[in-house]
């Protein structure tokens, strides 16, 4: 059993608590965030964490073997270097770094330490993206051509100009760091390595300093192409799709909507599923319900305690933060950028 800190208790770290309930793998004994408002110290209360002052009380706890960070993502790569000095292992949230020069830095620190790091990329770990990846490696969908995703919430209409996802240098192209690098980590995934890219990000409605409607082009290494939209200001919804020379297979569900149920949050991010082969009739099928939180904290303790790699290897990770930088800068210059 690996005894976790929660670090930043908002929405999505509560989720993260409310996730390992009853888990024999995993479990939330202590926490601390920036804002400690009574709603933080009862739900502390209700789920037996013990709050501390800060986060170097975190790591300078014997009792803590890992820190969980659900914490805005320009604090990561230096909350990831000091707990690996601390000898904690660490799950990140995503986006993991906005740089590939702040991923390998962490990633090193990692490695030096020797502890685990796990990404939250946690549909990766749904049976439906399992199935799709099982697909394209076995050939099921012939050579694989394009691939694409749309993802799409209301989040930023309700958002507060405080909150520090309202200003562009935490949300730097709009929907892509709370929602699309999601979609990013899939192509990855099932595409592999991000040549290059190009993105057009701007501002329609939202009075917030923050982007809403943002699409990018991308082509990877092997010659397939992809395409990614994420609007912050519109219906949930997400669809990832893979086009192959023998069919294809589109994803559909839900986004994590702010105001949701813990477990629609949780458990209801896929949907209906279709395959339509390039001869015969389509498949339509519902994805099975999973706690894809859990799913991901669980492999990452396992890792953790010497069991089976965390599936998102490092360098999945440094690459993600490349491509990550490249569509900002992009979305910045107006140009195709080189993934580096």
Known sequence: MINAAIVGLGWWGKTLVEA??????????????????????????????????????????????????????????????????????????????????????????????????????????????????????????????????????????YLKPSAWRAHKDETPAGGLTPMGVHAVDGMIDLCGAVDHVYCQSFRRVVEIDADDTTSILLRMKDGSSGYLGTLTATGPGFSFQVFGSKGWVRLEGMTHV???????????????????????????????????????????????????????????????SAVTEAIVRSAASGNVEKVT
């Not at 002052?53 to 706890?61: G, N, P, R």
């Not at 949050?265 to 994805?287: H, I, N, S, Y």
Request: hydrophobic share 45%.
């Open 20 to 157: 390992t309930a009853g888990s024999e793998l995993i479990r939330f004994t202590a926490g601390t965030t920036r804002t400690l408002s009574p709603e933080v110290t009862a739900f502390a209360h209700a789920q037996n964490l013990q709050l501390a002052e800060s986060y170097e009380a975190i790591l300078a706890d014997p009792n803590v073997d890992a820190v969980v960070l659900a914490t805005p993502h320009s604090m990561h790569a230096r909350q990831v270097i000091v707990a690996a000095a601390a000898g904690k292992h660490v799950f990140c949230e995503k986006p993991f770094t906005l740089t590939k020069k702040d991923a390998e830095a962490a990633v090193g620190a990692v490695r030096k330490a020797s502890v685990t790091l796990g990404l939250g990329y946690n549909r990766r770990f749904h049976p439906e993206m399992v199935r799709l990846r099982d697909r394209i490696r076995s050939g099921g969908l012939g050579t694989v051509m394009h691939v694409e995703a749309t993802m799409t919430f209301p989040n930023a209409l």
């Open 258 to 320: 702010a105001g949701a149920s813990s477990e629609e949050r949780r458990m209801r991010l896929f949907g209906t599923c279709k395959f339509q082969p390039a001869k015969g009739d389509a498949e339509v099928w519902q994805a099975a319900s999973m706690d894809v939180s859990r799913a991901a904290l669980e492999a990452f303790a396992k890792a953790a305690q010497g069991g089976a790699a965390y599936p998102i290897t490092l360098e999945e990770m440094v690459h993600g």
